[in-house]
């Protein structure tokens, strides 16, 4: 039985990639909150043959079908058209739509344009949409047994649309029933593969509830999506799969759903109120601006020295010369150094510091491009760590600053 | 004929919703430039079934198929195995992929984990596509006519070996017609309507070429997008539009294509040889992270200080404690004071100066959120600029950092 949804987006402005399609992602967070797993997204450019050959797949694939584009008064708007075909209907003109859409014109004190007469044509047998937003009513028509739902690209009248008039079809229906719940956990300190390991029974396709592993700029998130008949049942499904992984992963997970190391840090922070400030020199600023881009950052990090030059290291941070001579820049001395000298400089209880080599160029055997230190100075000591990045420019810099807030975040949590 | 091309995003994490699709969009504007249209994205959850029909209808509808996704080491990555099912085909293990995803691990001084090992196993028939900047090798195949690539989904790697890999295959197969070519003016300093009201004839729908013009976060861009048998007839009918679009812009116009305000920056600096230090409090490091995601920024870029908390601004930047108490922070004699001792105590030629309200909290009638300066000290003087932001707390720091690497910018392409 077809229980899936797919989302259709219609536009030749979307394949040709001049716009981004926002709106898939969009429905698709909608219909999970309703219970309803989306299979398939498909983008079709403005052409009518390709349209109908479109529709007509995800109508045999899936249960429930949310197109958006399409609908506007102009020659390459053909999702009316298309739907007709689909069904092997005629298009009709709806005397009730007609007025409503005039209506809008009035009352923005607007001449009706002739051409947006084809706004009220519709396919038989289906049932326009009103639309509070715009001139183009919706259409829904049930095809093959497949429900289908069609909005007007234009985010505002299509959020409202799928809001007022959509979703309540959509439930009456009674697909789905019951409702998604994910629970997102995410984690730092070690590769996808490595933490898979640590829960190949969990992450196996057919384990319920499903548990996904992905990766974004070396920060590894895992999602439990629970398929149940109410929030309640998700949650009893959810909560022992979660705290075998709390378990599994111990303080590799950093925090949960859309919670980012700095936020996390500063938490730490105001927990046991104490101050932090930045020593950057790989990371050129990273750190401080990922810590200040929360709201009341300044109450617990005083500031910043951007050190990309080695004489700022030795001027600014107090970096002794010697060790910037003997070992280089790029080493556990130097970002030592570069953390005592800054609490020192700051006034802060901690200081955290970076370096190494973001590449493209200066790479050598013994430190290649990707090698990076970062380091923590606090009033009982200082520590460093090292690790070896893949990866562009733009990345190794962002993980490294990652790097760093992490090692704030096990300092303060492992103080406990 | 199939002439189309069709591009398909694998993953779960995409038709849940949970992340927000940009390869296609990417990868339609790279066809376009090598005049190949896209009729269809496609996106499909992990699910080997639904995995395989996908390709199946592709490759029945498209020329070429480019793919990103599923070619992780991990349980949900499909993509090989789906490949494999489509062409009727087995999976076989190349050991020269192997030995390259394991120099790799090796290269980042990490031991392989053997999970990575079906990473080397391909559909019989299919071509490994070496992968530069990560462990994933793509694969090349033909099946009932049509070309297929299956890239990473990671975008570093994805758009490395589409540019150095795919797209000379693609090239190869002499597909498309015509070349679409577009132009990209990227501008800094006005809102978008003030700019298009000097262009309304260039805006127009029918305009040939087409003109758009997009804002993304206070950078206004227009594109002049031309279809033409060749790249000469295209430039023909771009450069007149462009020639007129620079002149009426002016100084507004900052660079071209994907260009941003910090490689301008750096530029220019490096042809008068002149060093930048930073002063940041509102955009707390943003500034020296923007200049410093540019390789080679070390030669030009000495380092800067970020003085969020007040005390810093006195004891880092000489700023006197009196100015601060008169004043405020966010004014105009703070933010030329932080560059003037900014750029004493960095001994550069140049210091730029951020302060200003991010909000949420901590605005007056006096002093809105949103409210922010940035300072200029040359060796010759010194100057603010101040200025008015909408939007989120993130917004106005971003905005305000492009605001005072503007102000760099204008101050030496003037100084000529």
Known sequence: MKTKAEIISIGSELTSGQNLDAHSQWLSRRLAEIGISVGWHTTVADDLDANVEVFRIATRRAALVLMTGGLGPTQDDLTREALAKLAGVELVFDEHSFAEIKAMFTRRGRSF??????????????EPIPNANGTAPGVWMIVDGCAIAAMPGVPSEMHAMYETQVKPRVLALGHGGGVLVQRKINCFGAGESAVEEKLLDLTRRDHVPEVGITVSDATIS???LAHAPDQAAAQALIAPVEKTILTRLGDLVYGFEEEELQEVVLRLLAEKRLTLATAESITGGQVAQRITRQPGASR??????????????????????????????????????????CRARMKTDLAVSTSGLAGPDGGTPEKPIGLVFVGLAWPGGVLSRSWNWGGSRTEVQSRTAKLALNLVRLHLSRER
């Open 113 to 126: 344009p002739e051409r947006n007469r084809v706004q009220a044509l519709f396919p038989v047998g289906a």
């Open 300 to 341: 617990w990090f005083r500031g910043g020295i951007v050190a990309y030059d080695n004489g700022i290291k030795a001027d600014l941070l107090g970096v002794p010369q010697e060790l910037l001579d003997t070992h280089g820049a790029v080493s556990p001395p130097v970002v030592e150094a570069m953390a005592v000298g």
């Open 222 to 224: 895992l999602r439990i």
